[in-house]
């Protein structure tokens, strides 16, 4: 299949377009290289010794854009490009709006021009907002608590609409909860621009000696041990639910949602042991105030992605660790 893959340089982006080079599709990557490294699909294409196509696109930019479908003709689109930064967009939502929602007015409307009906979309757990109840169902009340989580769920409104409005037309949402890791080879990996917010590469900065400890943001919820807990989802993981998304798009007319996660939670410090098991290395942490909109513990039910695509996470937290360490060790991203 031809596939259109914006931000696919990126963290899960760059994971999915090796699988799906590996699967034998063909692809053309649209990045704009805000948070990735142009250097990334030397990576991809020497782990599946195949070469793809990388233009420098904006969502943004209609002409490149549309030159892009124009030339390649896709039958599906696979939209990873977005803003994902909590704490930016309360800062600067109309940013956020553009590129979140705008963008995919843009790629939704060339999708028409170009008869593609086909389109994997990127949403996040943030649209649940604060779970009500655990495990986390599709069925969940949506009530985002950050700009940044509004636009995700603008986005998967018009996702619906746009099914609804003509036939053949066929979306998987795919909402990811905490994604982590890398490939087990260490070339690819996340590699964030400007200081990263997520626990993962704030635990390998610490470990590297280049923050002097980690923050833990809060001690007093109620989990085994007090710290809040999340659903990390391997990298890996996340990417191979993309390509049973597209199994899936091959098959059906309209929208399907899904959660993608693994369906248990771990706590700050279960993360923290896992990294030293791995590294050998002692994490340095304090603990500090709770973070303002942190639930204290957040994880899937992943029953209707395995029933309807038959997708079931692998990786466990110890190979979440090793692979981000190995990354972290081989590429050095982060220094
Ligand atoms: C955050 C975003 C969420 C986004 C997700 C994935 C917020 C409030 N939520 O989720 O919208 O979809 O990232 O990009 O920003 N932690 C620490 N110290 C740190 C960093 C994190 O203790 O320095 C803790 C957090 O309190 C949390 C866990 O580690 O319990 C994971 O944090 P993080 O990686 O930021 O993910 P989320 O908070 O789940």
């Keep these: 299949m031809r596939i259109l893959v914006t931000g696919g340089n990126g963290y899960i982006g760059s994971h999915t377009v090796r699988q799906l080079l590996a699967a034998g599709h063909r692809v053309l990557v649209l990045d704009n290289f805000s948070n990735s490294k142009q250097e990334v699909k030397i990576e991809i294409q020497r782990l599946c010794n195949l070469s793809y196509d990388l233009e420098e696109v904006d969502i943004l930019d209609n002409d490149k854009l549309e030159c892009a479908f124009r030339n390649f003709q896709p039958e599906a689109v696979m939209h990873f490009a977005g803003l994902k930064a909590v704490a930016e967009s309360f800062k600067v939502p109309e940013k956020y709006y553009r590129e979140n929602v705008v963008g995919l007015l843009n790629i939704l409307q060339l999708m028409e021009k170009y008869s593609c009906k086909n389109i994997v979309f990127s949403s996040s757990a943030t649209v649940y ?9 599709e069925e969940h009340g949506l009530n985002p608590i950050s700009p940044y989580g509004r636009s995700k769920l603008v986005g998967e409104n018009i996702i619906k609409d ?10 998987v949402i795919l909402r990811y909860f905490n994604p982590v890791g890398a490939h087990s080879s260490g070339l690819i990996g996340e590699n964030p621009t400007g200081v990263p ?9 610490t470990i590297l000696g280049i ?3 980690l923050e833990i943001y809060g001690y007093d919820y ?12 391997h990298i890996e993981d996340l990417a191979s639910a993309h390509l049973a998304a597209l199994d899936l798009l091959a098959v059906f007319e309209g929208v399907e949602t899904f959660n993608v996660g693994t369906g248990r939670s771990y706590t700050v410090l279960d993360v923290i ?16 105030d709770r973070r303002s909109g942190d639930a204290p513990n957040c994880f899937a039910d992943v ?10 996470s692998q990786y466990g937290l110890h190979q979440m660790c090793d692979t981000a360490w190995n990354w972290c060790e081989t590429t050095k991203p982060l220094t």
């Design 222 to 233: 109620d989990t085994h041990d007090g710290t809040a807990a999340r659903d990390y989802i």
């Design 162 to 171: 746009w099914s609804n409005a003509g036939s053949d037309r066929s979306a």
């Design 273 to 288: 042991k896992a990294f030293e098991h791995v590294t050998k290395i002692q994490v340095p942490y304090k603990f500090v």
């Design 303 to 312: 029953a209707k992605i395995k029933r309807v695509l038959g997708w079931t």
């Design 129 to 137: 907002g604060l779970p009500t109840i655990l495990p986390i169902t």
């Design 211 to 213: 923050q002097p400890n």
């Design 197 to 205: 917010s997520n626990l993962f590469p704030i635990i390998l900065r």
